[in-house]
């Protein structure tokens, strides 16, 4: 088969091609990921699991800030 496609046939698989791109491809703007609130006031304050441990077996306070 060497026919090559009629220009009606070319558009209608590039159409299909963009529908099934549409229908299955990533969302923009889906990579972005949200800090959870509770992390983003962690990171913020500069409050570490390590150091709250870290005290806690030296007999230090139990709670940082």
Same mark, same amino acid.
């Given at each position: 088969?060497s026919?090559?496609?009629? $220009?009606? #046939? $070319? &558009?209608?698989? &590039? &159409?299909a091609? #963009?529908?099934?791109? $549409?229908?299955?491809?990533? %969302?923009?703007g889906a990579? +972005?990921?949200?800090?959870?609130?509770?992390?983003?006031? &962690? !990171?913020? +304050?500069? %409050?570490?699991?390590?150091?709250?441990i #870290?005290? !806690? +077996? #030296?007999?230090? $306070?139990?709670? !940082?800030?």
């Amino acid at each position: 088969m060497s026919r090559s496609a009629t $220009a009606e #046939e $070319a &558009a209608a698989i &590039a &159409a299909a091609i #963009e529908r099934f791109d $549409a229908d299955t491809g990533a %969302v923009p703007g889906a990579g +972005e990921q949200k800090v959870d609130p509770w992390q983003r006031a &962690a !990171l913020i +304050e500069g %409050v570490g699991a390590k150091a709250t441990i #870290e005290d !806690l +077996e #030296e007999g230090g $306070a139990k709670w !940082l800030s």
